[in-house]
């Protein structure tokens, strides 16, 4: 049977041989549901949500709370039916009594909703709350996250380093891929083949991979350039730049290079044509039109999913542990070993959301101001 | 010699034959009106003579020098021929005077205060001095399409293509844009105008040439076209444009 969903308060029964599909029984049911200004989908979900509310709550340990649950459903119900008042006082101008009883099946339904919610979290944390009690003290032992932090807010700090400069040059390799990518011309086929088989195999590779590659992999083939980097030794705002740190941000820009490049490559193909035909039109060059028209469209474009990758690249500086990289998450277990908690980690957790929430807020008022400027009706 | 030289031009959109041997020429501080009816081949017309489209045969001149599929001979071509477009094409995340600014700055290596002082006069002169630091989506049609123009006269080009440039406007915008046309043509502007504005191509232009399916049916002075065409489709379709209010 068809649920009936836009079967609203004021039509009649659907088409004719839709009815006498339905049983008497169920053309009744449907009749007075919506009688009553409900969409049969909405009772579908309550009764559905009642059902497994009730399991829940008899399974529980404290099952009268269970019963509690029953609340979410009653809410579903009552914004649906608040929904179809309201659209009711539209359709019938003057219809106090419709608008008295939608603003009160709204109230209802949202202290239902919101009863609801409060016992599902109620009643997880009290079905587990032994089980809660050991995870306080393994992860959120305030005493071993502050007396760890120093350490592990040391390696965080490389984290941040590494992050950094990686951001910076995956920002520069995923544009040098995509305009090979998009290179014309006969003689640039090879140059598109790799770009395309670079995107296609780092893309697939699992990033710790290819750390493993990179790191332990690079320096064994004895290249001119890698083997110099065993030398390089200095260190900029006390943080160490060793071969290891540079293999690591180039094990890196490697696998997220190629996320960005295709990210860069969906905003170019969403630049309009005509835009390259006015530039083109203008006499600028391929490469200009790239460069002032179509990219700086592009990028403003595909900001929101270049920070995803930039957040996870900026998680994925903890991987670089495997490879023995002294960063945050190395040092957290460390003192996670030696102290048999886990609390060290949680606050690596920590260091990791203040910097990324922020991060993600402010990119997010950039955007705005930026189309606030520059769109109309905005 | 002619300033713009069309030879012979077929242009093929896979199996659909566009222009099918297209020959006309314009002469310098001449305007030519392209009139048809949609998809008669005028746009295509206009981009196959500053090589945004390849065509399949014949050739096309612009003073003197031919155009050929070669991205950097185009380039240099393209500094001589200026195009508008019916949607305006701005750039949308540039100010007005940066769109102005960027081919003469980029182009032709016009420092940035040339190009800026180029740009303000041209400005001026439509008189949105104003609106210099807009962002284009900001302006009405009509404003956009006179940035878009003065941003293909910024490049000093020897030729105008106009593509249905007043198509997109609201109607109470297309006469500013019309004026602003005018005035270049009586500035001795040269300009190959691809119109539905028949008032335009009847006072205005030197000559019109009537598209009909990738051919040229009809060309000739305004005063011959419009009041005694020799062609019945030509017949037909000034009745239509003029039953529908175009004139």
Known sequence: ???????GPGRE???????????RAVRDAKRSFRAMGLSASAVGLAVVGGILAIISALGSKISFLGWFALALPVGIVALSYARRAEERVVDVDGAVSDERRSRRARRVAVLAITLGSIYLLVLAVWSSWDGFVDVANTFFSWDNISKSFPAVFEGFKLN???????????????????????????????????????????RGLPAIVTIYLVIFGLPLADLPLISDLEDVNFSVLGIQIDQLFILGVLALTLVYGAYVAEVYRSGIESVHWSQSAAARGLGLSQGKTLRF???????????????NDFIGLQKDTALLNVAGVLEGFNLARIYAGNNFNLSSVTGLGICFLVITIPMTRFTDYLVRRDQRKTQANS | MALVEVRGVVKKFGDTTVLDGIDFE????????????????????????????????GTVTIDGRLVVQDDIKLNRLRRDVGIVFQAYNLFPHMTVIDNVMLAPNKVLHLSKSEARERAEELLARIGMSD?????PDRLSGGQQQRVAIIRALAMQPKVLLLDEITSALDPELVNEVLLMMIELAQQGMTMVVATHEMSFARDVAHKV???HSGHILEEGPPQKIFTAPSHQRTTEFLRRTLESGKL
């Open chain 2, 131 to 135: 609106k210099a630091k807009e962002y």
């Open chain 1, 160 to 202: 941040i380093a590494i992050f950094i400069v990686a951001e910076i040059s995956v920002l520069i390799w995923a544009l040098i891929i995509v305009v090979m990518r998009q290179l014309p011309g006969r003689a640039a086929l090879p140059l598109r083949w790799i770009a395309v088989i670079y995107v296609d195999v780092f």
């Open chain 2, 209 to 211: 040439c009537f598209l």
């Open chain 1, 1 to 7: 049977m068809a649920l009936d969903i836009d079967g």
């Open chain 2, 26 to 57: 314009v002469d310098k501080h001449q305007v030519v009106c392209l009139i048809g009816a949609s998809g008669s081949g005028k746009s295509t017309l206009l981009r196959c003579i500053n090589g945004l489209e390849a065509t399949q045969a």
């Open chain 1, 293 to 307: 028209v179509v990219v700086p469209q592009a990028v403003r474009r595909v900001i929101p999913p270049l920070m």
């Open chain 1, 13 to 23: 029964a659907g088409p004719l041989h839709r009815a006498d599909k339905d049983s």
